[in-house]
């Protein structure tokens, strides 16, 4: 018998869980199907979202065959047979064929998949969880238009939720009482897997207890059987990126409350490695010259993090993250390096003035012999005006003293002792 998640698929574009900003009406991806004109396709998103249910509803609207094929298994034999059959009954109206997980066919199987969509002998939607523009070949995706699927609110996938116990009662013949909160919990904890939700269903189904002549569904069965999806995690992934994009960004932006919630999900994902990274360089980049003590005190709370381990880690860690989220912002230092690294790799290097270098004698070449170096603590307030930049950048200027305190300070300092030389 076919798992709950296959019974309940849907046949029409109204029917199909999310993605309203493709399947909405005059949305661009609706419009395309409506049209019946089937270009290649790539579809790009999580599993479990529609992305298989979208390309069978397209087959039958176009009366195309529909074949599909899992790139982790397939061959390149493998699409040469879907290939022949466009001579046969079967492929009289055209052939659709679904790809799934392209990312797994090496350039040469592309190549050969190519061959077939260039001539119009397939249309090929094909599927991917990774970004297509890293995974994807150039040659496919400039005949292809990529589509980005979304994951399913838990909105929408409750609807999908209460559907499918409907459709589970009526095929054991009975009733189901279920309590408060089970079709919420299940919509929830899925992670907008529509698949995983439906999967769910079927086994709180399976064990739901009789009571008074009805099968009764607890919201304790619902959680011990729920598998738990909304970490969405995946190291290697784009989701891996995310998590700690809006991590750094929630610190960052001085948010304690969001950039925990970001350290939550790195921590229950098990990347404590990720989590210290990017807190000692949000420390660094963002905090900086605003409160520089603040940098020691964060990498003595990795250490601490990294000898106590999991679960204990995460104390320490979010002493350090809501005192980075709280702190004054600076990134004059991380601007300042950056800009001196753009002229070096623009080829902006000069010789080392010679009052710098590490040598004491001169060739016979130089008419004027000495190295003339001013050293500083011989001059007043330890400073002394000289060029320390080669030539070709002695004018240029990478650091901006920030408008915190801190550097105010510093600027106040070094105004009073170099005057117009600042």
């Not at 249910?53 to 065959?65: E, F, G, H």
């Not at 409907?166 to 904890?189: H, M, N, P």
């Not at 439906?198 to 011990?224: H, P, Q, R």
Request: charged residues 25%; proline residues 5%.
């Amino acid at each position: 018998m076919p798992p709950l998640a296959d019974k309940i698929r849907p046949t029409s574009l109204d029917d199909v869980v999310g993605q309203k900003h493709l399947l909405g009406e005059g949305k661009p991806l609706r419009k395309i199907i409506e049209s019946g004109e089937i270009p290649n396709m790539v579809f790009y998103g999580p599993s479990g979202i529609g992305k298989t249910t979208l390309a069978s509803i397209i087959a039958a609207r176009t009366n195309k065959t529909l074949r599909k094929l899992n790139a982790t298994t397939a061959s390149t034999q493998d699409i040469k047979d879907i290939v022949a059959q466009l001579d046969t009954f079967a492929g009289m109206n055209g052939i659709l064929l679904y790809l799934d997980e392209i990312q797994y066919f090496n350039k040469k199987q592309q190549q050969t998949l190519l061959e077939f969509i260039e001539n119009g002998s397939i249309t090929l939607i094909a599927s991917t969880t990774e970004n297509p523009y890293f995974y994807v070949y150039n040659a496919i995706l400039s005949r292809s238009t990529v589509f980005e699927f979304k994951t399913v609110t838990p909105d929408e996938v409750e609807k999908a939720v209460i559907r499918g116990f409907d459709l589970a009662a009526k095929q054991r013949s009975t009733v189901f009482e279920i309590e408060d909160g089970v079709t919420r919990y299940i919509a929830t904890a899925c992670g907008g897997d529509v698949r995983k939700a439906m999967n769910a269903v079927e086994l709180t189904a399976l064990t739901s207890v009789k009571k008074d002549g009805c099968e009764v569904i607890t919201l304790e069965s619902a959680k011990e059987l729920t598998q738990k999806s909304a970490l969405r995690y995946d190291r290697d992934g784009d989701s891996h990126y995310d998590i700690l994009s809006g991590f750094q960004k929630s610190m960052r932006g001085s948010d304690p409350d969001a950039a925990l919630y970001y350290l939550a999900r790195l921590l229950e994902a098990g990347d404590l490695p990720s989590a210290c990274r990017r807190l000692m360089v949000c420390v660094c980049e963002d905090v900086g010259l605003a409160y520089p003590q603040l940098i020691p005190i964060v990498k003595a709370c990795v250490d601490i993090a990294n000898a106590v381990g999991l679960p204990e880690a995460r104390i320490p860690l979010a002493d350090a993250v809501v005192m980075t989220a709280n702190a004054p912002k600076s990134n004059s230092a991380y601007n300042a390096i950056a800009r001196a690294s753009a002229d070096i790799q623009s080829g902006k290097i000069g010789s080392i003035p010679r009052h710098l270098q590490n040598k004491h004698y001169d060739g016979e070449d130089n008419p004027n012999k000495g190295q003339f170096y001013k050293y500083p603590h011989d001059y007043p307030n330890s400073w002394v005006k000289q060029q320390y930049l080669p030539d070709i950048l002695k004018n240029a200027r990478y650091y901006e003293f920030g408008d915190n305190k801190n550097e105010q300070a510093f600027k106040a300092y070094w105004e009073k002792i170099k005057g117009k030389d600042l």
